[in-house]
């Protein structure tokens, strides 16, 4: 184990993967000559020069495009889109094209590509460059979509999407990128799919993927602390395919469940894991299950605005304490505690 | 800058300037030198036939699919080279059978002449599982990569990104192989058309993009849709070499096409326009009420293949005897298609889910509509956990 932040892990993990297999080649604005707008990309055009690593024209649509049809004669590119904002100029290859090669053409050629893309509110970006739009894709049949919390699991979930042969959206964060953890030396991948249980408990379970699988698990401390309550935490990290075995798993054992998500309440990720939830654990459950999610309007750049619109660890254990005590039971887990 | 004219400067309007338009029988002169009688050997009548039988191949498949189409044998949307033959036969000559191919939805012709078996394409109009793309794409959508036909694209201007990364593949593994990439007049619009060929022209990257300009995007004309209506003057932009060349004459077209693909082998990308002829409406199912009666008989005079047998019955290449043993043979060969795609079984339900991921991946959904997402669950122990 090394500890390192969630940047150096994505920049070890694509020089290893560049090291490994001459096939992988990086193209995205800014990442050669000014290392990338968050600096993963820092160092790789000097050690493997301008054919592995391609400044591109700010040119969304065609340099993503080429990067699917370089995949179809085989190359394993990873695209790295500046945020996930800028995606949208994207849309059309990503959700028209890579999405449906495999499938079209009767399985006659696959797409190996990964797109690297953050997204995250929070750093004052103002409303168009603060989205979580991450639905939109994981909406689609033939894309995979993972979102790493972790330094560990970034390593782990960009080996398996560079070495997968369809087409991997995936996930970053701008709030992540400083953030620390054990990183494995191997390199193992992670399985696409699979969420992760990052701390069990019998009391609730609380869902969240990229920065809220943190608020999740900070909450879940702090109620320890506070209220003895014994939460279980699930990282989603895969959100297509969406790992419903895990939830409903868990929901069966805890009885209640929260979801945490910086994308808009109305149709995100979060409805999609409640909709699970009340198919696969309906008589299970003790309360309605309940989302944080940011509030629906685009986000503002003055920060007390900024702030109130997105989900906060208070937020989050109103949520929990207002499940927990509809259905009276946070009183009887603090007094037999 | 080395853009050239290769043929007339046709004006592409089609009410205020279609007097202007030469018809493809008009300008023989400027290649009376290769087609003079008394210098045909016998393998130059061998591949002058070969090209009239390729062209009639692609009318007579087209007008077969047509027909299948009206009587419900083949579903979605329908688009057809008819009018288009020179300049698929023409562009495709010229194509070793390495190099790479993208187009847009108008593509059987394409398709059969880059020599895939006429009988798969048409099993893939009928949705069989014999069809090219196994019945998953239709006709827009065909792909076959044993003949390095990359699609077949639906959205129009998709295929040109992609065509792009193709040829960067080529180029980062050192190949010798170029790409072609087909598609139409109001393409040259999009976005994706712009910016691939920026991308093009800076990596040098081995392509040849062609504009097939038939002067119609469905119904509104190039001069409504294009500022810049010489479209293949869109290349300078960013100092790609570029031509236009009639479309109703293969001959041109194929020189037109050996040329572009020599400066894409090079490592140069290039841009032809071809201007030709839709000789129906946008699909099968446009009557094309917007064309005038004066242009639906100019169309008629513009018919390439008739035009280029005409020619070769003049030029003494063809006798009535040769051509109507094309004829028979050429419809035999429909025929035996047709009866091959009718006789193809539909892809088995239970390969439904066969094709999402081609990396098979944990908790993919296979559920057919309203399968519930969980197997109805054992109601729990009240006992348990409380």
Request: aromatic share 6%; with cysteine.
């Amino acid at each position: 184990m090394t500890t390192m932040t969630y940047r150096q892990a994505l920049h070890d993990t694509l020089r290893a993967e560049m090291l490994r297999d001459e096939n992988v080649l990086l193209l995205g604005e800014e990442i050669g000559v000014f290392e990338g707008s968050y600096k993963i990309t820092a160092g790789l055009l000097a050690e493997f020069g301008e054919k592995r690593v391609r400044d591109t024209p700010i040119a969304e649509e065609g340099f993503t495009g080429a990067a699917i049809g370089a995949a179809m004669l085989g190359l394993r590119p990873v695209v790295e889109i500046m945020t996930i904002n800028f995606s949208l100029l994207a849309l059309d290859q990503i959700v028209n094209h890579a999405a449906k090669i495999y499938g079209m053409f009767g399985g006659q050629a696959k797409v190996p590509l990964v797109i690297r893309t953050p997204g995250g509110g929070g750093q004052q970006l103002g409303a168009t460059h603060s989205q979580n739009i991450e639905l939109y894709y994981a909406f689609v049949p033939g894309l995979k979509v993972v979102a790493p919390s972790t330094p560990a699991d970034a390593k782990a979930l960009l080996i398996a999407a560079i070495r997968d042969d369809d087409p991997v959206l995936f996930l970053e964060n701008l709030a992540l990128y400083n953030t620390k953890g054990d990183v494995p030396e191997d390199d193992t991948p992670a399985e696409i799919g699979r969420a992760a249980v990052t701390r069990t408990g019998r009391d609730l379970t609380l869902i969240g993927y990229s920065r809220m699988a943190h608020v999740a698990a900070q909450v879940a401390d702090q109620l320890a602390a506070s209220d003895g309550l014994d939460i279980e935490v699930i990282d989603l990290r895969s959100l297509r395919p969406l790992d419903r075995p895990t939830i409903i798993e868990s929901v069966k054992k805890t009885h209640a469940a929260v979801i945490v998500e910086d994308d808009w309440l109305t149709y995100g990720i979060g409805a999609e894991v409640a909709a699970t939830i009340s198919d696969g654990a309906f008589d299970y459950l003790d309360a309605p299950v309940r989302r944080v999610a940011m509030a629906e309007v685009p986000l503002p750049y003055s920060k007390p605005l900024e702030t109130a619109a997105l989900p906060s660890v208070d937020d989050v254990i109103n949520a929990v304490h207002q499940t927990l005590d509809a259905v009276g039971r946070r009183h009887q887990k603090v007094g037999h505690d | 800058m080395t853009n050239q004219v290769n043929a007339p400067r046709k004006a592409t309007g089609r009410s205020a300037a279609v007097k202007s338009v030469k018809p493809a029988t008009a300008t023989p002169a400027k290649r009376a030198p290769r087609v003079k009688v008394a210098k045909r050997t016998p393998a130059e009548v061998a591949a002058l036939t070969e090209i009239y039988r390729q062209m009639l191949l692609i009318r007579r498949f087209e007008e077969r699919a047509a027909r299948s189409y009206t009587q419900a044998l083949i579903g979605g949307y329908c688009h057809l080279n008819l009018g288009e033959e020179a300049a698929v036969v023409g562009l495709l000559s010229a194509l070793a059978p390495t190099d790479y191919l993208f187009t847009n939805y108008r593509e059987h012709g394409y398709a059969i002449n880059r020599g895939i078996d006429p009988n798969r394409v048409m099993a893939e109009l009928y949705g069989r599982i014999d069809g090219v793309s196994k019945g998953w794409g239709g006709s827009m959508h065909m792909f076959d990569i044993s003949h390095r036909l990359l699609g077949g694209y639906g959205i129009v201007g998709g295929q040109i990104p992609l065509a792009t990364g193709a040829a960067l593949a080529i180029d980062y593994r050192g190949g010798s192989e170029i790409v072609m990439c087909t598609m139409g007049d109001g393409t040259t619009n999009i976005g994706a058309f712009h910016e691939s060929l920026n991308i093009a022209a800076l990596w040098n990257l081995p392509i040849v993009y062609v504009i097939i300009n038939n002067r119609l995007g469905m119904g509104t004309t190039v001069e409504k849709s294009s500022a810049e209506p010489e479209l293949f003057r869109r290349g300078e932009a960013y100092r790609i070499e570029s031509a236009r060349v009639d479309g109703l004459d293969p001959l041109a077209v194929a020189d037109a096409s050996a040329k572009a693909v020599a400066v894409a082998r090079a490592g140069r990308p290039y841009l032809l326009e071809v201007v030709s002829e839709r000789l129906r409406g946008h699909s099968v199912v446009d009557p094309a009420k917007y064309r005038t009666e004066a242009e639906v008989v100019q169309l008629r005079e513009h018919d390439p293949v008739v035009t280029f047998g005409a020619k070769l019955v003049r030029e003494r290449v063809l006798d009535a005897d040769t051509m109507a043993a094309i004829e028979h043979e050429v419809t035999a060969r429909i025929d035996e298609a047709a009866a091959f795609a009718e006789a193809s079984p539909t892809p088995d339900i239970a390969t439904l889910f066969d094709y999402t991921y081609a990396t098979p991946v944990a908790n993919d959904s296979r559920r057919l509509p309203g399968q519930p997402l969980f197997d109805p669950a054992p109601l729990p122990d009240p006992g348990e956990d409380q």
